[in-house]
């Protein structure tokens, strides 16, 4: 049996990872209106990351002998003025993942639960690289996004990219 504390975060973390992917399913729905279908596809799979996540979480406590608890999620209330408005509440996002997720972790380590430590040193590591892409997304729109070749550049390449299924192993 899981400590607590340590449960009652990582069923509200599962939560919180299909909010993110109601989240990012919003930001392609804008590219989709926008007219880039590269854009819209990329967060598509971010969208498809954040569920694995949460499934990888709700399996986690399977595991263990414990119950999930699933609670309505959030419907996004972001408002976009700008292509750019995404990327930039994504990254926000993403930090704000990545501080639940340090959260976890101190508490599981704070009862010396070691085993949700191993598995939380995955998604530590996993929030490491969803910052740092969603802080490249930004910089590249920064260099290319505001010219109209180079944002159909950045567009193509966004569309090329293909959906890995996370290599955590429970």
């Known amino acids: 049996m899981l400590d607590a504390k340590v449960k009652e975060l990582i069923n ?29 596809h990329w967060y598509e799979i971010q969208a498809q990351e954040e569920r694995d996540h949460a499934m990888l979480m709700r399996t986690y406590l399977i595991n263990n002998g414990e119950t999930v608890t699933f609670e309505a999620v959030e419907k996004p209330d972001k408002t976009y003025h ?8 994504g990254l926000e996002h993403e930090q704000y993942v990545t501080s639940l997720i340090n959260t976890i972790y101190k508490a599981a380590s704070d009862v010396n639960d070691y085993r949700t430590m191993q598995c939380f040193d995955w998604f530590v ?12 997304l930004i910089k590249k729109y920064n260099l290319f996004g ?3 070749k180079g944002l159909y550049a950045l567009n193509q390449e966004l569309l090329a990219r293909v959906y890995a299924a996370p290599s955590l192993v429970l």
């Open 125 to 136: 590591k996993e929030q490491g690289e969803e910052e740092k892409n969603a802080d490249d």
């Open 82 to 89: 700008s292509l750019k408005d995404p990327l930039v509440y």
């Open 12 to 40: 509200t973390q599962i939560n919180q990872e299909f909010y993110s992917a109601y989240l990012y399913l919003d930001f392609s729905n804008y590219y989709h209106d926008q007219g880039l279908d590269g854009f819209a």
């Open 146 to 148: 505001t010219d109209p």
